[in-house]
């Protein structure tokens, strides 16, 4: 008499029972709930406070403009910034207000930080990281993003759905402004520079360089305005803060009153020629006051 498989072999299944379904545990099914109770984020402030915040200082140190625009913000808001480098999120987090570094969860790209399970708990309890899939903002992650904002936390988030491949922005995508939208919280654009020449997408090297974030004024959603519309608006105040970042306050808000300001996109052309377009004069020959009216 043959002796059956089990449990020396895997179990056999009656022929139409279905399976139950495989619980997931990486990726967006990643459950991050626990790197929002009171240990995980004591240890993420005395991380951020002893560790990161001297660490871009020191290495990075970057040129803060336009907090003047959100002095009057309260949490919660989505904080939406152009992406080109994996220092990104340790320099908004370092330059946010103390109002809201210490109650701010950062998107991050399910396919890469949440992966393997030892990368999500690191992502995590360091930045606070939520998964987010890169070309669209799917239900899990709004309903998430709406339960986190309803409950007072922030959220950074990069448009883009991942880092530049040569420092100029990629498409907006406009379920980013959709969660804005659905919360009613107001969308604050963010630009950042330095970063691509720090450490752009696929290099292995830190060089340690001057970086520049500047806020936007807060945009609050209007009821009756199509969440894509509001993406574009997002969209173009950020090429707004990158002109007045490259030139100055005045002439960057000139433009943009009369729809010539610079596509964030850059210049379609060659390579190089991007790559030269791209080039910003440097911060210090700058005396204008970078400041909002």
Known sequence: MRLPAFPWGAPTRPGGVPLPPVERETGVYYDTSWSRRYEARLARALLLEGVTRP?????IPPRVEGLDRIEGLEAPAVFAANHNSH?????????????????????????????TKWKAAVWSLTVAAVPIERIRVSRRFLELGMGLLADGWSVVIYPEGGRSPDGWAQPFIAGVAYLAYRARVPLVPLHIAGTSEALPKGARRLRPGRTAVTFGRPMPPDPDEDPRRLSARLEAEVAALADEHATDWWQARRRAAAGATPALSGPDAPGWRRSWARTPPSAASRSWPHKGP
């Open 55 to 59: 660490l871009v200082h020191t290495v």
């Open 87 to 115: 220092l990104d999120t340790p320099l908004i987090l370092s330059t946010l207000p103390r109002r809201f570094r210490h109650r701010t969860v950062v998107a991050g790209a399910a396919d890469y930080f949440f992966d």
